[in-house]
Each structure stands twice: as structure tokens, then as C-alpha cells.
């Protein structure tokens, strides 16, 4: 089992989409095989060492019959552990095309975080993709999540937005 120390604001999952295959000779092949990933909800809890959940929004005292994991799983359902639960959404998947390391096309979709919808990137193409279980590919190569906020809490890249220096002349812009 894995266990994590603590939970990043944002989360990479390298897929291992290649394995030795020694047949006389050296040579590499590609897993190509559906990996079943959750778009929304991934959930470290279970994986972040008890040192860890007991520093962050965790229980400070384990529940003597259970262990402070039951307890945490308590508090969650009970909705009295938001902020710093280690729960993630996906926002972007790489995907390798092709049958070798050395080579392949590479494509990427990214999930608009403002408006929620997937777009997909190839080269010069953009697209956006009809349903979000699309997302998920044989070709799915590397995973990008982003630790769930508190419902309050802005996105970054709105963020951002909010501290452009052109701000002033944007809302200008939108108001003519």
C-alpha cells in the first residue's frame, strides 16, 4: 500500500504505459489497456500517513475503537472536514499515440475550470470534447488533479484575472 506524507495542491499520476519484454532481444512495448481513472473525487485519505492527517483539519485524538482513519471518515460525511481534505479533481490528461517510446504523438485535454466543459488539444486543432468520459483513453499517458477547494475559495486562475494589471481596462471592454 501507498503512503503518502502529506497531500499536494496538485497531484501528477504518471501512467506506466510501457514494459520490457526480453523474447531473444531487447524490446519495449506499449500497455495500451484502459486504465479506469475518476475524473472528480479522487480521495488520498486513506493513503496520507497518520502524522499527517493528524496536522492538517484530521482528528487531533484517534477514536479509541476504530483509529483516527474511522473518525476522519466521520467528520466527512458529517461534512465538518472540508478545507484541507485530500480529495482531487482531474483538470488535464496527456496522451501518447503510438506503439514506441521514441517516438509517438503526444495531445492533451484540459477541463475549462471556469465553465467546467473538456476541451481537446492536437497541434493546431482544438476541440472540445462532447462528454467528460471521454477523457478517459487507452491513451491516457499522464493525470493532472487539483486538490478540491472549500466551495468559497476562488480558483486560481480566476485569480489571476483579479490581479491583472489590466483589469481596469477589461471591465471597460465588457461594459461598452
Not at 141 to 156: A, D, G, K, N, S
Amino acid at each position: 500500500m501507498i503512503r503518502l506524507c502529506s497531500a499536494p495542491e496538485i497531484l501528477l499520476v504518471h501512467l506506466n504505459r510501457f514494459r520490457q519484454a526480453t523474447k531473444g532481444r531487447s524490446s519495449v512495448r506499449k500497455i495500451s489497456c484502459l486504465v479506469d481513472f475518476p475524473l472528480e473525487g479522487l480521495d488520498l485519505g486513506p493513503h496520507l500517513s497518520a502524522h499527517s492527517m493528524r496536522d492538517k483539519s484530521f482528528p487531533k485524538t484517534p477514536n479509541k475503537t476504530f483509529g483516527w482513519r474511522a473518525s476522519f471518515r466521520k467528520k466527512r460525511r458529517e461534512g465538518k472536514v472540508e478545507e484541507d481534505c485530500p480529495v482531487y479533481d482531474l483538470f488535464a490528461v496527456i496522451n501518447h499515440h503510438g506503439k514506441e517510446i521514441q517516438g509517438g504523438h503526444y495531445t492533451a485535454y484540459c477541463k475549462n475550470p471556469v465553465e467546467g466543459d473538456w476541451w481537446s488539444f492536437d497541434d493546431t486543432r482544438v476541440s472540445r470534447i462532447p462528454t467528460p468520459k471521454d477523457v478517459r483513453s487507452p491513451d491516457a499517458y499522464m493525470l493532472f488533479y487539483e486538490r478540491r477547494r472549500v466551495p468559497m475559495q476562488i480558483h486560481w486562475i480566476l485569480a489571476l484575472r483579479e490581479k491583472s494589471p489590466n483589469r481596469a481596462t477589461d471591465e471597460k471592454q465588457v461594459s461598452l
